[in-house]
C-alpha cells in the first residue's frame, strides 16, 4: 500500500523568503506525484504532478518540485513567498502502470498548512 | 469552461437523517471521484466511477454510504442515519482518464460539500 508524509503540519515564512514544503512517498514502484492547493473553503487545485520525462517539474504561481527517486520525496518549493501562497498544501501519489486496479485514486499526505507573514 | 460543481455547499443534519450529495463533473469527463476529508486531514477515497459503473468502492465506510453515477454524468452520494463521526467534507473529482490512471491524468476538484451532523 501507498503512503505520503507531509513533514511538518504547518510551516511559517515571512514574504519574500524561500518556501519549503516536505513530502516524502512509500510505495515499491514510483507512483506518479502531485501537489495541490487549498484556500478556505475551496476545492483543491492542482499545483504540478510528475508522470514521467524531467525530475524537475515548474507549476502554476512559481512553484516548482522535484522528484528524487532515490529519497522517495518530491518536496515543493518556492524561491520568494507571496501572501496570497497563505493555504493548505497537499502531496499526493498515484500508482503507475496499467492494468492495475488504482484507477487513478490518490492517496494524500495529511496537509502542511502555509502561513506568510509581512 | 464550468469546473465541477457540488450541491448543497453546506448541509447540517440530525443524527439518524439520510443526506444526498450531489456533485457535476466537467463534461464529458469519463472518471470520478469521491473523497471525504475530515477536519484537519487529508482527503481519503471512498469510490471510483468510469462512466456510469461504479468500478471501485473499496473506500467506503460502512453500508450506510451508497454512490450512484446512473447516466455516466452527475453523481450522488448518499449516506443513510447519518452519524456525528460522517462530519466532513465530501468532495467530488473528475478527470478524462479512460480509468486506469496509466497516465497521471489530473483530478479537477468541485469546492465540496461540508456536512456536520448533530
Known amino acids: 500500500a501507498q503512503s505520503v508524509t507531509q513533514l511538518g503540519s504547518h510551516v511559517s515564512v515571512s514574504e519574500g523568503a524561500l518556501v519549503l514544503l516536505r513530502c516524502n512517498y512509500s510505495?515499491?514502484?514510483?507512483?506518479?506525484l502531485f501537489w495541490y492547493v487549498q484556500y478556505p473553503n475551496q476545492g483543491l487545485q492542482l499545483l504540478l504532478k510528475?508522470?514521467?520525462?524531467?525530475?524537475l517539474v515548474k507549476g502554476i504561481n512559481g512553484f516548482e518540485a522535484e522528484f528524487k527517486k532515490s529519497e522517495t520525496s518530491f518536496h515543493l518549493t518556492k524561491p520568494s513567498a507571496h501572501m496570497s501562497d497563505a493555504a493548505e498544501y497537499f502531496c499526493?501519489?498515484?500508482?503507475?502502470?496499467?492494468?492495475?486496479?488504482?484507477?487513478?485514486?490518490?492517496?494524500f499526505g495529511q496537509g502542511t498548512i502555509l502561513t506568510v507573514h509581512p | 469552461g464550468a469546473g465541477v460543481s457540488q450541491s448543497p455547499r453546506y448541509k447540517v443534519a440530525k443524527r439518524g437523517q439520510d443526506v444526498a450529495l450531489r456533485c457535476d463533473p466537467i463534461?464529458?469527463?469519463?472518471?470520478l471521484f469521491w473523497y471525504q476529508q475530515a477536519l484537519g486531514q487529508g482527503p481519503e477515497f471512498l469510490t471510483y466511477?468510469?462512466?456510469?459503473?461504479?468500478?471501485?468502492k473499496s473506500g467506503l465506510p460502512s453500508d450506510r454510504f451508497f454512490a450512484e453515477r446512473p447516466e455516466g454524468s452527475v453523481s450522488t452520494l448518499k449516506i443513510q442515519r447519518t452519524q456525528q463521526e460522517d462530519s466532513a467534507v465530501y468532495l467530488c473529482a473528475s478527470s478524462s482518464a479512460a480509468g486506469t490512471g496509466v497516465f497521471g491524468e489530473t483530478q479537477y476538484f468541485g469546492p465540496g460539500t461540508r456536512l456536520l451532523v448533530l
Open positions: 510528475y508522470t514521467t520525462g524531467a525530475t
Open positions: 463534461s464529458g469527463h469519463v472518471s
Open positions: 510505495s515499491s514502484v514510483p507512483p506518479y
Open positions: 466511477f468510469q462512466n456510469e459503473a461504479q468500478l471501485d
Open positions: 499526493a501519489v498515484t500508482p503507475q502502470g496499467a492494468g492495475g486496479t488504482s484507477y487513478g485514486k490518490l492517496t
